[in-house]
């Protein structure tokens, strides 16, 4: 007997929607695929609908009607809006935490308080409401910090200082000139500043079980060498050799397993995918911050190399069944991934929308390449640009070199006017290889295929 075949509404927009609705489409069980409201990419295999994660009812409606199996909720928004709460409540099943769960990205204040109370290792840091108080305490440490605003900001409400003026400015601009919003600077998380590598860590959380995701490295400044100001990411690669099996190994143990008790705890449990962003510094590894949802661009280059039925994988998270899938159930293609970041010009700043796109089909028919749109919409016969971060060229290689070199040869067939991308994606961990082995300059090919294995962790005296 054929299995039923599923239909599956992904909402979002971006490069991750992209990437998510490509490989549900791989998947014997999907049916219809749409994506909402999508881009000129994930109109190649969904079909994409004018509704986006903000009409709650809308949405319901149009699941009902067309039979949705299961919604697939990419950006965080949506999530702190409460759209996985609503649609349950109608009877549509979800992937995506709850909104109080979600606050784990939402609320910088809840995620440092529960990391505090669940002892999981992250920055030294206080919590003020003041601005007078948070300046006094600024000018009282003897080490940089980090001024974060409570709320979201689109990744721009975080402020690395290099000094204390800076951080006094950092705090004038968002709690007294509330420049990310009167909500979101009400409070303010300020903590050390870390010094190290970052890795990002995804983990699928269902019930008692968690899934871990190979290890990336994103690229948040703008420009080459970790210029300039912050953005939402300019590139990765994945698997990113800092993540060794001993990193992820204490990263499941201290970070990932007593968040998900603690929350499961709290009454307040969290399903769906859990992302960890790791500095790994002299004194071990900190958290910097938890996403309640897959990373963009880290879902590019992991879904490039996942092997397995993706569909099957996200129903099983929602029904709490993770456990029930055999081991082996996901297998990732040894080749490592490079994505590269194509943005319009003046991103992170001001842009403009609109620009025809060139050569996106000579680029995705090179071997082991595929390009993911993200801020793309087709405007008749053409694909413009619609958004910040524009494309990401995604490329697997026998070797990082190669899938960098391959990344690249495919960025260099695009173009459009005032287009941007960092050149040095990879290259610490290019860079890190030739350090540690002089004579042999291009790295070994990747090993076998690798598993990640589904970790059970509820035991009858220790219950999640
Ligand atoms: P967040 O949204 O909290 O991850 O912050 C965004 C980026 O700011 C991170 O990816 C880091 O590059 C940087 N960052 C955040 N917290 C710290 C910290 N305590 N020390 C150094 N850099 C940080
Ligand atoms: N790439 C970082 C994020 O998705 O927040």
């Given at each position: 007997m054929t299995p039923a075949k599923k239909n599956v509404l992904v909402v979002g927009k971006g490069g991750r929607e992209h990437a998510i609705v490509w490989k549900l489409a791989q998947s014997p069980t999907a049916g219809r695929i749409y994506c909402a409201p999508g881009n000129a990419g994930t109109a190649q295999s969904a079909t994409n609908v004018s509704f986006d994660g903000t009409d709650f009812e809308r949405m319901t409606r149009f699941?009902?009607?067309?039979?949705?199996?299961?919604?697939?909720?990419?950006?965080?928004?949506?999530?702190?809006?409460?759209?996985?709460?609503?649609?349950?409540?109608r009877g549509v099943k979800v992937f995506g935490p709850t909104k109080d769960a979600a606050r784990i990205e939402s609320s910088k204040v809840y995620a440092k308080n529960l990391m505090r109370h669940a002892d999981v290792p992250t920055a030294d840091y206080r919590v003020f409401d003041h601005p007078e108080a948070a300046r006094t305490y600024v000018d009282t440490r003897d080490y940089p910090v980090v001024v974060k605003a409570d709320g979201?900001?689109?990744?721009?409400?975080?402020?690395?200082?290099?000094?204390?003026?800076?951080?006094?400015?950092?705090?004038?601009?968002i709690m007294v000139r509330e420049e990310f919003g009167q909500a979101v600077g009400r409070q303010v998380v300020i903590e050390k500043r870390l010094e190290g590598e970052e890795v990002s860590i995804l983990g699928f959380v269902s019930g008692r079980s968690i899934l871990?995701?190979?290890?990336?490295?994103?690229h948040k400044a703008v420009n080459d060498g970790d210029q300039g100001p912050n953005t939402g990411g300019m590139g990765t690669y994945c698997p990113a050799p800092v993540?060794?099996?001993?990193?992820?190994?204490?990263?499941?143990?201290t970070v990932f397993v007593p968040i998900v008790?603690?929350?499961?705890?709290?009454?307040?449990?969290?399903?769906?995918?859990?992302?960890?962003?790791l500095m790994l510094t002299n004194q071990g590894h900190r958290v910097l911050e938890f996403n309640a949802r897959?990373?963009?661009?880290?879902?590019?280059?992991?879904?490039?190399?996942?092997?397995?039925?993706?569909?099957?994988?996200?129903?099983?998270?929602?029904?709490?069944?993770?456990d029930e899938l055999p081991d082996d159930f996901l297998t990732f293609d040894p080749r490592p991934a490079v994505c590269v970041v194509m943005c319009a010009g003046g991103y992170p700043g001001k842009y403009d929308g609109g620009k025809m796109i060139l050569g996106i089909e000579k680029a995705d028919a090179l071997?082991?390449?595929?390009?993911?749109?993200?801020?793309?919409?087709?405007?008749?016969?053409?694909?413009?640009?619609?958004?910040?971060?524009?494309?990401?060229?995604?490329?697997?290689?026998?070797?990082?070199?190669?899938?960098?070199?391959?990344?690249y040869?495919?960025?260099?067939?695009?173009?459009?006017?005032?287009?941007?991308?960092?050149?040095?994606?990879?290259?610490?961990?290019?860079?890190?290889?030739?350090?540690?082995?002089?004579?042999?300059?291009?790295?070994?090919?990747?090993?076998?295929?690798t598993t990640q294995n589904i970790r059970d962790y509820g035991t009858k005296s220790k219950p999640v």
């Open positions: 699941c009902l009607k067309e039979n949705v199996h299961l919604v697939v909720i990419g950006p965080e928004d949506a999530l702190a809006l409460g759209l996985s709460d609503y649609l349950r409540q979201l900001a689109a990744g721009k409400g975080v402020i690395v200082c290099k000094d204390n003026p800076e951080a006094r400015k950092a705090v004038e601009r871990l995701m190979p290890p990336c490295q994103d993540g060794t099996p001993e990193v992820m190994a204490r990263a499941e143990e008790h603690a929350m499961k705890r709290s009454r307040n449990p969290f399903n769906g995918m859990l992302f960890a962003g897959f990373g963009d661009p880290e879902t590019q280059v992991i879904l490039m190399r996942m092997k397995g039925d993706f569909l099957e994988l996200l129903d099983a998270v929602a029904d709490e069944r993770l071997p082991g390449v595929k390009v993911f749109h993200a801020g793309t919409k087709v405007n008749g016969d053409r694909v413009v640009t619609d958004g910040g971060r524009v494309l990401g060229v995604t490329a697997l290689g026998d070797t990082l070199a190669d899938a960098k070199a391959r990344a040869e495919a960025v260099k067939l695009i173009q459009f006017p005032g287009a941007h991308y960092r050149t040095d994606i990879a290259d610490k961990a290019l860079r890190a290889v030739k350090e540690a082995k002089p004579a042999e300059a291009t790295p070994k090919k990747a090993p076998s295929t």
